[in-house]
């Protein structure tokens, strides 16, 4: 769905239109925006000698015989952007003008940007609505290459997702298939699966969307859209983040620790305290830390006092995540 337009689009009515006529017939075509694809549209404007207007839909046109004779008949929705059916007489215009309405369906329009699909790396058929991410491939071409990707827990190294799939793709062998991919904007979809105000992510399989959070340190955040009307027919609005959160769920036990490059890991907390050695805190130093396997755990349990073959050092075990942890005391 789409509104269209054009330039210098002005057309002369050759015969009288009704309030209630939906059909108007015109002098010719010459210059009217297409409007063949599926629910595209546009904006024309009648108006008469007086300057009394009337903006209508324009849905479809066809040239029809009647007696022989070709006719130019516009099919119209009438009494579009605040204004009223009237009459309007032989010789008046219908023209494409600049209105609020053709205006603040432009504002709503998805932005769709022509790519190529790298069928190398994937399978060389998907559905309508495959999430994909700029390709890892190195190949040079001149739109920009794409390819599915899971937030599976090995996610590939193209995120953040850049859009998703508005056609299925058929069987091709050639190494890339031209692709529209929708980044931005309102768009009718099948939404009858998820719920008004669902929050859609990239899923865990290949290409997926999801209205559930994703789970898990080893699985990604990144929201692709809105649900804003749950149906068959139903709408998107699509407002892909920008980036993907690095680390936005963290297992039972684990912690996040930064890293060389200000981002963040997860990792178990007991293996990072004992990996830690001794430390300082407040200014007092912390004996070194032991766990699992660098301490007796066999038949100990959270609580036990362990004291080590020195005769000084003593450690009582505190439970962590799945294993025992044994603090210097």
Known sequence: MAVKYGN?????????????????????????????????????????????????????????????????????????????????????????????????????EPTIIDCLYDTVTNASTIAAGTVVAASSSTSNTDAPLVEKVA???????????????????????????????????????????????????????????TNVLPQGSAKFIQAIGVVLKSDAEGLIKVNIASDVVKAPNLDTGDIFIGGPYNNTTSTDLATAI???????IGGEKVPKVFVDTSAPTTGHAAGDLWVDSDGYSSYIAIAIGAGLVWFGT
């Open 8 to 108: 210098n689009v002005s057309k002369v009515l050759v015969e009288d239109v009704g309030p209630s006529d939906l059909v108007i017939r015109v002098n010719n075509f010459l210059t009217l925006p297409d409007v063949s694809g599926e629910n595209d549209y546009a904006y024309l404007t009648m108006v008469n000698a007086l300057g009394v207007t009337e903006v209508v839909k324009l849905t479809s046109y066809a040239v029809v015989i009647v007696n022989s004779t070709n006719e130019y008949q516009l099919t119209v929705v009438r009494a579009q952007d605040d204004t009223t059916a009237k009459y309007f007489f032989e010789n008046d215009k219908i023209e494409l003008r600049i209105n609020s309405a053709l205006l603040d369906s432009l504002s709503q």
């Open 151 to 209: 937030n599976n827990g090995t996610l590939a190294a193209n995120l953040p997702v850049v859009g998703f799939t508005t056609a299925s793709i058929t069987s091709s062998t050639s190494v890339t298939v031209p692709v529209k991919v929708v980044t931005s904007g309102i768009i009718e979809w099948n939404t009858s699966s998820y719920a008004f105000g669902d929050v859609l992510y990239v899923g865990a399989g290949a290409g997926t969307l």
């Open 274 to 280: 004992s990996a830690a050695g001794a430390f300082t």
